[in-house]
């Protein structure tokens, strides 16, 4: 049972849509190829960067309506893709228990597989977020710029890997940027850093790779999704923790001179760096 699904069906004109923009079809959905994704992300790059080298002898932009409307798409988004995907999610769970809800190959299902790829999506419209910094004149953090587009990397990894564990890091990303977006919304900029991070998933890592090449070690099974997948998605989670503690540690924990406090400033560059990510195996 899925109220809200049913109720967009029942009640939105929606349009119709042509089967590869609502299933992952790699070569005809959209930004489904190598040579798609990083000449994207490579512009991505470029632009900021860009930005930052032509607004350096300009006055920042407030863009406050612009970025008012950025925020609340997102929050709002990100608000209706985790309802939507929790709602598809949580009664299977529910029946079958939470190692089935995280491993078993029936969580990929069609609608599923479809919020992934909004999920996806969101994450290119996410990368305007530098694109503001930049117009502001705001620090373009490395953490930022590399959190932002190997994210969206991720994603792209882990559609072509059909990982059934994903939902759990889509819905709490999904459930930060709820708050996290609103917050923008309602300061128009501005913002303290705070953080999320969570050492989520290393339990279902361990037993991907215990069931697949340790099976006397103590496991529950192994998991659905491609190996190359959960390489990724490990190998990244982890570049994302090693930096994030980096950047805690410069940024609450570097002695102020002559004081020997740490430092709290909270706006490094006027955006929050949530690293629950998006997509994960």
């Keep these: 049972m899925a109220p809200l699904a049913d109720f967009i069906i029942a009640h939105v004109p929606l349009p119709t849509l042509p089967p590869y923009l609502t299933t992952y079809i790699n070569g005809l959905t959209p930004m489904s190829t190598p040579q798609e994704v990083f000449p994207t992300l490579a512009a991505y790059l470029v632009v900021i960067f860009g930005i930052q080298w032509f607004m350096k002898d300009r006055a920042p932009l407030k863009l406050q309506y612009l970025f008012q ?39 990929w299902t069609s609608h599923l597989e479809t919020y992934y790829m909004v999920n996806y999506y969101f994450k290119y419209l996410e990368l305007l977020d530098t694109v503001f910094l930049a117009l502001k004149k705001k620090p373009l953090a490395f953490l930022h710029v590399f959190h932002h587009s190997a994210t969206a990397l991720l994603c792209y990894t882990q559609l072509n890997g059909k990982t059934s564990v994903q939902w759990i890091p889509i819905s709490i990303n999904l459930a930060v940027h709820v708050l996290m977006y609103y917050y923008y919304y309602a300061t128009a900029g501005g913002a303290k850093i705070w953080y999320d991070i969570a050492l989520k998933l290393v339990g279902t890592a361990y037993n991907y790779y215990a069931a697949g090449y340790f099976p006397h070690w103590p496991n529950f099974g192994t998991c659905a999704g491609t190996e190359t997948a959960a390489v990724f998605g490990c190998l990244l989670l982890s570049s994302y923790l090693v930096l994030f503690i980096n950047f805690y540690i410069q940024t609450y924990k570097k002695p102020v001179r002559g004081k020997g406090k740490a430092v709290a400033n909270g706006k490094a560059n006027g955006h929050a760096y949530v690293l629950t990510s998006a997509c994960v195996t």
């Excluded at 950025?70 to 709602?87: A, D, Q, R, Y």
């Design 69 to 107: 409307l950025h925020n609340v798409i997102l929050s709002s988004g990100s608000l209706l893709l985790m309802t939507l995907i929790l709602e598809e999610v949580l009664p299977m769970v529910w029946e079958h228990g939470v190692f089935w809800g995280m491993c078993h190959t029936s969580m």
